[in-house]
RNA sequence: GUACCUGUAGCUCAAUUGGAUAGAGCAUCUGACUACGGAUCAGAAGGUUGCAGGUUCGAUUCCUGCCAGGUACGCCA
């Protein structure tokens, strides 16, 4: 029997070959679950599989006579060179030496994708994140939802998906009859001309202090709010106009950031649509009175009462995510809806998903949460004053960079230096949140934010730029030599473990799509750099004789490819000079 | 009280979702300077994976119970 198998995860690839060899040992029901992963250590080859040792107790059989079988019954497959049983039972797989160099020709001259597949083609998905909170600058908790949401954005359009990224503001809460009472009674309107948010944020802390002090103020600031959401011509003029000048900055951050959106529709955009939905609830026994407010109990999902409409009449965030998932079904048809937000909010999605389920909405519905942002001293919130603008953080780290540049590279023209330096900053900045597991917490620091060495972008892009770099010299002097038609060699430890790790490419980002977890591809890049970095501080490959240099070279255009693409499914840029 | 999350080297984090000797970075120590970019590389040291049980060939991973921290839980978003 021919090995016939599309490479596309290689993974995969080497997984299914091994479900053919056991398929005369093993029950039908267990060979699915049948599957390789890379070798947990050099020495046992490159791939391993460990389905004899699972399959022992249920066949009766010794694992190393299961694996024996399996070995002796799989196809021939040009790809692998030795398969040896060790241990308990262990398959190990070590690939061919030749295999591995046409599947890096192959993935070399796949100049776009890189062997990633397109497994999205023909599906939606639409992704609500960053979603600030208008009136309220923005801080450093915004940025995980900011970065982790765009870098899902990214991911899920290089997988084929057509993806509509939606900036859903809170321009619609309780915040905004606080404000208005603030801006009535304590407004600075040369403030609010020179540093508006400034002056909103300031307006709505002083106007918060007073209400939790004096009831008949929060009794007027909710009255506002039923005001406002009833129509109020001059509420809405203030509110039209916080919203405006909030717009400003938050545009002028997102073109910093290099985060863009299909969509900016806040909570306001659904507003019509409330009452109607709330009838449907209603008329469907999904929601009853209770308390004077009206609430959906979900005791079949085994989830707390949620308040869809509070005894003051206002409609509250509940209301306004169901409908708001009606809207996106109506309009756009998604196949999936991915929410990034922070923990706090999980029992409220599970609680929207739960209504949504029942009133007959199939589409997946997925809530990526992460940890909390956290300083040393506790929780920041905008009420206490204790926060850090998103501002300040990202012209910290411009300018850390900029410093570190300038030392480097004293030589390279002061705008270029400018320009390596937001990259260098703002990769560093968004680095740090991307490299490690989402769900757990953070405590922000400086000098973790911001650091240019070790685990972080810069790493990264000081990899690249000295592939670049080396790249160009190889064309000075061989300006005569085709280098994609030379034959890829690998000899060296060093250069197959590169080979072999380029090759991972596709599964990382599609497991970081898939998991929703960056970290996953951020991992994969460290560790491709830094296979890289060892193969290129112990190898020579420019002084190397013609053949064997022209392969190294093209290992390197092959690393330079994969980390610019990695980076910038980040979000983050590779600048050619560093 | 209930639910969810976290606990791994001095510090910050990994561990391919049950696999072989738990890996990186920072900090500490030792090497590599006629180099193709030293923002690097090679190496050393650093561990009772919060605690106690259980499940099995095998547990950081799954189950139970504790401990510590975080978050949420009918009128915030």
Same mark, same amino acid.
């Given at each position: 029997m021919r090995?016939?198998?599309?490479?596309?995860?290689?993974?995969?690839?080497?997984?299914?070959?091994?479900?053919?060899?056991?398929?005369?040992?093993?029950?039908?029901?267990?060979?699915a679950a049948i599957a390789?992963?890379?070798?947990?250590?050099?020495?046992?080859?490159?791939?391993?599989?460990?389905?004899?040792?699972?399959?022992?107790?249920?066949?009766?059989?010794?694992?190393?006579?299961?694996?024996?079988?399996?070995?002796?019954?799989?196809?021939?497959?040009?790809?692998?060179?030795?398969?040896?049983?060790?241990?308990?039972?262990?398959?190990?797989?070590?690939?061919?030496?030749q295999w591995l160099a046409t599947q890096i020709d192959l993935m070399a001259h796949d100049f776009e994708r890189l062997g990633v597949p397109c497994p999205g083609a023909g599906r939606t998905v639409l992704l609500d994140y960053s979603s600030p909170n208008i009136a309220k600058p923005m801080h450093i908790g915004h940025i995980r939802s900011t970065v982790i949401g765009n870098a899902l954005d990214r991911l899920h359009r290089f997988l084929g998906y057509r993806v509509l990224a939606d900036n859903h503001l809170g321009d619609w809460g309780t915040q905004f009859g606080i404000l208005i009472m603030g801006y009535r009674h304590f407004a600075d309107q040369a403030a609010l001309a020179s540093a508006p948010v400034e002056e909103l944020e300031r307006l709505y802390v002083r106007s918060y202090e007073q209400a939790r002090a004096d009831h008949a103020?929060?009794?007027?600031?909710?009255?506002?709010?039923?005001?406002?959401?009833a129509g109020d011509p001059e509420n809405h003029r203030l509110w039209q106009q916080f919203v405006d000048l909030s717009m400003g900055e938050f545009d002028r951050i997102y073109r910093r950031?290099?985060?863009?959106?299909?969509?900016?529709?806040?909570?306001?955009?659904?507003?019509? @649509?409330?009452?109607?939905?709330?009838?449907?609830?209603?008329? =469907?026994?999904? &929601? !009853? /009175?209770?308390?004077?407010?009206? #609430?959906?109990?979900?005791?079949?999902?085994?989830?707390?009462?949620?308040?869809?409409?509070?005894?003051?009449?206002?409609?509250?965030?509940?209301?306004?995510?169901?409908?708001?998932i009606v809207s996106r079904l109506q309009e756009f048809q998604p196949d999936r809806i991915i929410y990034v937000t922070d923990e706090r909010q999980q029992l409220h999605f599970r609680q929207i998903f739960a209504i949504a389920?029942?009133?007959?909405?199939?589409?997946?519905?997925?809530?990526?949460?992460?940890?909390?942002?956290?300083?040393?001293?506790?929780?920041?919130?905008?009420r206490q004053g204790n926060v850090i603008k998103l501002e300040r953080l990202l012209d910290e780290a411009e300018a850390?960079?900029?410093?570190?540049?300038? @030392?480097?590279?004293?030589?390279?023209?002061?705008?270029?230096? =400018?320009?390596? &330096? !937001? /990259?260098?900053?703002?990769?560093? #900045?968004?680095?740090?949140?991307?490299?490690?597991?989402?769900?757990?917490?953070?405590?922000?620091?400086?000098?973790?934010a911001l650091a240019l060495n070790g685990n972080s972008a810069p790493y990264l892009q000081y990899a690249h730029a000295r592939i670049r770099s080396v790249l160009?010299?190889?064309?000075?002097?061989?300006?005569?030599?085709?280098?994609?038609?030379?034959?890829?060699?690998?000899?060296h430890p060093l250069e197959r473990r590169l080979a072999l790790h380029l090759l991972r490419f596709p599964e990382a980002v599609l497991q970081a799509a898939q998991l929703y977890r960056p970290s996953i591809l951020a991992d994969y890049l460290y560790e491709l750099a830094g296979h890289y970095s060892s193969f290129y501080q112990n190898l020579p490959f420019l002084k190397e004789k013609a053949g064997r240099r022209e392969s190294r070279v093209r290992l390197c255009a092959l690393v330079a490819s994969v980390l610019h693409r990695g980076l910038d499914l980040l979000g983050i840029t590779a600048p050619d000079r560093i």
């Open positions: 090995c016939a198998f599309a490479m596309a995860i290689l993974n995969d690839f080497l997984s299914a070959w091994m479900r053919q060899a056991f398929q005369d040992c093993c029950p039908p029901e267990d060979l390789t992963a890379p070798a947990a250590n050099p020495d046992f080859g490159d791939y391993q599989c460990n389905a004899a040792m699972g399959l022992a107790r249920r066949l009766r059989q010794a694992p190393r006579e299961i694996a024996a079988a399996a070995m002796a019954g799989a196809p021939a497959c040009p790809a692998v060179a030795k398969l040896e049983c060790a241990g308990p039972g262990f398959i190990n797989i070590t690939l061919d030496d103020w929060m009794d007027q600031c909710r009255a506002e709010l039923v005001k406002l959401q950031l290099d985060v863009a959106f299909d969509l900016t529709r806040g909570e306001s955009f659904y507003h019509e @649509q409330l009452p109607g939905l709330i009838d449907t609830l209603v008329e =469907r026994g999904l &929601a !009853r /009175a209770s308390e004077g407010a009206l #609430v959906a109990f979900l005791e079949e999902e085994k989830l707390p009462p949620c308040i869809v409409r509070k005894s003051d009449g206002a409609f509250n965030y509940a209301a306004t995510d169901v409908a708001t389920r029942r009133l007959g909405i199939e589409a997946e519905l997925a809530h990526v949460w992460f940890g909390l942002m956290r300083l040393p001293e506790g929780t920041f919130s905008t850390r960079a900029l410093e570190l540049v300038r @030392q480097s590279s004293p030589a390279m023209p002061p705008a270029q230096q =400018r320009e390596v &330096a !937001r /990259a260098v900053g703002l990769g560093a #900045v968004k680095y740090a949140d991307l490299s490690q597991n989402p769900q757990s917490l953070v405590t922000f620091s400086w000098d973790k160009d010299k190889y064309q000075e002097r061989h300006p005569d030599i085709r280098l994609d038609s030379q034959p890829i060699l690998l000899g």
